[in-house]
């Protein structure tokens, strides 16, 4: 596999990001404007683009953070990381608008089921029929149930979507720090020593305050 430069991987990521910037904006306004029951062709064309678009996002991100890894300076590093901060806002973005459009549509469907159920009902206290009556019932009742769990695991996908990002974000940070603490053992070193004096202060505050609360009580006996 060729190792690509930082120049050419910078470049990718500003590329895909202004891709992504611009079928943002599309997918808002089909969200803003969405208010059919079924999605079309045109929706869902458009959610695989982005997700794609996302996907290729983050295998670039993942090279420049290997990059970095190996030994890229700390501008670099703080480049890595405006990078990352701009995939983790559009993913996010994306798993909202797409779990907004969700149940605009759940919605949509419950309030046709309402109307029809509405419909039929007339229709049947018109000319009767008990027993057609009681399956209608039934069947509002069941396109009830569907809708609310369709909606319910629609906000569960995104949520999950969310959490794995999140996931990898943190995974990626911990290889940063990992890489730097190896870089910079002097680091690690004034960190030990000042957990160690850390640790005698505390012994000897608590140290102090018993002799403290010792004196205290025994003044309160003699007294």
């Known amino acids: 596999m060729e190792v690509q430069s930082w120049d050419s991987l910078r470049k990718q990521a500003r590329k895909l990001e202004a891709q ?37 996002l983050k295998q670039v991100n993942s090279q420049m953070q290997a990059w970095v890894s190996s030994g890229g300076s700390e501008m670099v590093s703080h480049t890595l990381n405006r990078h990352q901060e701009i995939f983790q806002d559009l993913t996010q973005e994306f798993y909202r608008l797409r779990s907004s459009l969700k149940a605009k549509q759940e919605h949509a469907s419950l309030l046709d089921d309402f109307k029809e159920f509405d419909r039929t009902r007339l229709d049947l206290e018109e000319g009767g029929g008990s027993e057609q009556q009681n399956l209608l019932k039934e069947r509002a009742s069941i396109s009830r149930s569907t809708g609310q769990m369709d909606t319910v695991i629609s906000q569960a996908q995104a949520t999950l979507g969310a959490l794995v990002f999140q996931r990898s974000t943190f995974g990626g940070i911990n290889s940063k720090l990992s890489n730097v603490s190896s870089r910079l053992p002097t680091v690690n070193t004034i960190l030990s020593a000042i957990k160690r004096k850390k640790s005698m202060d505390t012994i000897i505050l608590s140290l102090v305050g018993s002799v403290c609360i010792f004196l205290i009580f025994i003044y309160w006996l003699t007294k």
Request: charged content about 30%.
């Open 20 to 56: 992504l910037d611009e079928q943002m904006v599309l997918y808002r306004k089909l969200v803003s404007t969405k208010v059919s029951k079924n999605g079309d062709a045109t929706e869902s064309d458009l959610e695989s683009w982005i997700e794609g678009l996302l996907n290729q």
